[in-house]
């Protein structure tokens, strides 16, 4: 790592070494019962003039310069150690050194199923007022909105009048996420999730179980890449497969039968469909991906055709899967 070294030139400063850094370094490998390698003697080596920021969760101090006014900050690489520095360290330097001004507060509407031009034109008319700042955020499959100044109470305001336009589209707000959100509702309405996942490979899964807790929602599920284990442990049905192929809503159907019967789940989702960048067709392009939904006895079946590489599918099906099952259960009681 050079950067040190670049900081240290464009200031035209010399690294001299610091024994305080050096110490915490030593002090973080003893207590994971490891001895310290002599190479990490280089981040003990701070620019001349430079404060360094002490680091409690990792071996890289921040550094911090200041000219007259003017003030320089690095930090280290990791998003959990550049936030814990900037926190402890950072912040009270710069609340300190320039005072603080109005709280900037921001309130964020999440939405899903319509295109950003059809949301556009369902808000061609809204105009906030000058003292709320309005953005809007799309991300692959859905929009954000968000509203964002220091008047709290215009703020609030436009976003419920904002809300009110949009809320067939609305799945969540502020800091939700698809699966904070989901977790919520099936631990509310105490419904247990259970998902069969060809194309996405687990990846359905791994979101749900990301969030603490999801044992309280989630029993269980099946990476049936191979049509074998569709057939053996989902039962799909030879037939359907021969008839309508892997990549179709008939399997995708199957599929959540059988991810929902062998889990006794109240809820399932199934995946299946081709992420490419191979096996495509004109009748069923990369990119084509059939969802199987079933809620107690209501079973359903889409089909969505994604655009990007191989990843970019991947994510955008797991969260379209999630997205869709959200949407019905805020609809629907039980």
């Known amino acids: 790592d050079i950067t040190k070294q670049e900081i240290a030139s464009f200031f035209g400063k010399k690294l001299v070494f610091n024994e305080e850094v050096w110490e915490q370094v030593q002090k973080i490998f003893a207590?994971?019962?490891?001895?310290?390698?002599?190479?990490?003697?280089?981040?003990?080596?701070?620019?001349?003039?430079?404060?360094?920021?002490?680091?409690?969760?990792?071996?890289?101090?921040?550094?911090?310069?200041?000219?007259?006014?003017?003030?320089?900050?690095?930090?280290?690489?990791?998003?959990?150690?550049?936030?814990?520095?900037?926190?402890?360290?950072?912040?009270?330097?710069?609340?300190?050194?320039?005072?603080?001004?109005?709280?900037?507060?921001?309130?964020?509407?999440?939405?899903?199923?319509?295109?950003?031009?059809?949301?556009?034109?369902?808000?061609?008319?809204?105009?906030?007022?000058?003292?709320?700042?309005?953005?809007?955020?799309?991300?692959?499959?859905?929009?954000?909105?968000?509203?964002?100044?220091?008047?709290?109470?215009?703020?609030?305001?436009?976003?419920?009048?904002?809300?009110?336009?949009?809320?067939?589209?609305?799945?969540?707000?502020?800091?939700?996420?698809?699966?904070?959100?989901?977790?919520?509702?099936?631990?509310?309405?105490?419904?247990?999730?259970?998902?069969?996942e060809s194309c996405t490979g687990g990846l359905v899964q791994k979101m749900v179980t990301d969030l603490a807790g999801s044992s309280d929602v989630f029993l269980g599920g099946v990476v049936s890449y191979a049509n074998e284990i569709k057939v053996k442990i989902l039962k799909v049905k030879a037939e359907t497969l021969s008839k309508y192929g892997a990549v179709s809503e008939e399997c995708a159907r199957e599929m959540v039968t059988g991810v929902r019967d062998l889990t006794d789940s109240d809820i399932a989702i199934s995946t299946t469909g081709i992420a490419g960048p191979e096996g495509g067709t004109a009748e069923k392009p990369v990119g084509m991906v059939c969802f199987g939904f079933s809620v107690h006895n209501n079973i359903w079946s889409i089909t969505h055709i994604f655009n990007g590489d191989r990843e970019i599918i991947r994510q955008q099906a797991a969260e379209f899967a999630l997205l869709n099952l959200i949407k019905y259960l805020q609809g629907h009681k039980f």
């Open 31 to 196: 207590a994971r019962n490891m001895p310290t390698p002599e190479i990490n003697r280089s981040q003990a080596m701070v620019p001349e003039d430079f404060i360094a920021l002490k680091n409690e969760r990792g071996t890289a101090p921040g550094l911090f310069y200041e000219e007259g006014e003017k003030s320089f900050f690095a930090f280290a690489g990791v998003p959990v150690e550049m936030k814990h520095i900037f926190l402890t360290q950072a912040k009270p330097i710069l609340e300190k050194k320039y005072g603080t001004q109005d709280k900037v507060i921001q309130r964020t509407i999440h939405t899903f199923g319509i295109a950003e031009s059809a949301l556009a034109e369902l808000l061609s008319d809204f105009q906030p007022p000058e003292n709320v700042n309005f953005a809007w955020l799309p991300q692959p499959g859905r929009v954000d909105l968000r509203f964002y100044g220091t008047d709290a109470q215009a703020i609030e305001k436009v976003f419920n009048e904002c809300y009110s336009r949009v809320q067939t589209y609305a799945w969540g707000f502020d800091d939700d996420t698809p699966v904070s959100v989901l977790h919520h509702i099936l631990r509310e309405k105490k419904l247990y999730l259970s998902v069969a």
